[in-house]
T-cell receptor
Framework: ELKVEQNPLFLSMQEGKNYTIYCNYS?????LYWYRQDPGKSLESLFV?????AVKQEGRLMASLDTKARLSTLHITAAVHDLSATYFC???????????FGEGTQLTVNP | DAGVIQSPRHEVTEMGQEVTLRCKPI?????LFWYRQTMMRGLELLIY????????DSGMPEDRFSAKMPNASFSTLKIQPSEPRDSAVYFC?????????????FGPGTRLLVL
């Protein structure tokens, strides 16, 4: 059974600082997704990572995938308040469409 | 495309009543997922369909929950009878295989409160 763990679960950071969210998964998976959820809203797709060493960047967010370590990271550069949200990673089993989500990391960026 | 459409957006009902949640997936998507989100349990997959056929319903809590997908553009999740512990946000998502991945696109959710 595929399991996904994120850490930290809660992250409070100051504007302008850098930080990384980690996502570990338990079994082989070659498709890793990152989502964002604002309070009271739905989940919005951010990135999909399809291969070992894949890196995707959008604004102040950069996601990477290391399939050998079964680890994905979401790096935040020079955080701004607008990035405050809950970030989920999700791994997809090699067969089937099901995603297994992590618990989510609640990020708060303080002025 | 309008994205995944869910209705109603909010539902308040009394314990014991039947609740029906509706979902219209993105046109052309062949997989549909029902999730439930609570503070205590996080995001849980209830059931998913592929080409209108239920593939995995292991997350359906109990017999009070049922889901159908009569055609490619419509699905329902029914709770009968409802209980206060069913209060949650229910999301529907859809996907299809493109570019080697199956990004799921989520609807706005239905916020259910069972009194």
């Amino acid at each position: 059974e595929l399991k996904v763990e994120q850490n930290p679960l809660f992250l409070s950071m100051q504007e302008g600082k850098n930080y990384t969210i980690y996502c570990n998964y338990s079994t082989t998976s070659d498709r890793l997704y990152w989502y964002r959820q604002d309070p009271g809203k739905s989940l919005e797709s951010l990135f999909v990572l399809l291969s070992n060493g894949a890196v995707k960047q959008e604004g102040r967010l950069m996601a990477s995938l290391d399939t050998k370590a079964r680890l994905s990271t979401l790096h935040i550069t020079a955080a701004v308040h607008d990035l405050s949200a809950t970030y989920f990673c999700a791994a997809q089993e090699t067969s089937g469409s099901r995603l297994t989500f992590g618990e989510g990391t609640q990020l708060t960026v303080n002025p | 495309d309008a994205g995944v459409i869910q209705s109603p957006r909010h539902e308040v009902t009394e314990m014991g009543q039947e609740v029906t949640l509706r979902c219209k997936p993105i046109s052309g998507h062949n997989s549909l997922f029902w999730y439930r989100q609570t503070m205590m349990r996080g995001l849980e997959l209830l059931i998913y369909f592929n080409n209108n056929v239920p593939i995995d319903d292991s997350g359906m809590p109990e017999d009070r929950f049922s889901a159908k997908m009569p055609n490619a553009s419509f699905s329902t999740l029914k709770i009968q009878p409802s209980e206060p512990r069913d209060s949650a946000v229910y999301f529907c998502a859809s996907s299809h295989l493109a570019g080697g991945h199956e990004t799921q696109y989520f609807g706005p959710g239905t916020r259910l409160l069972v009194l």
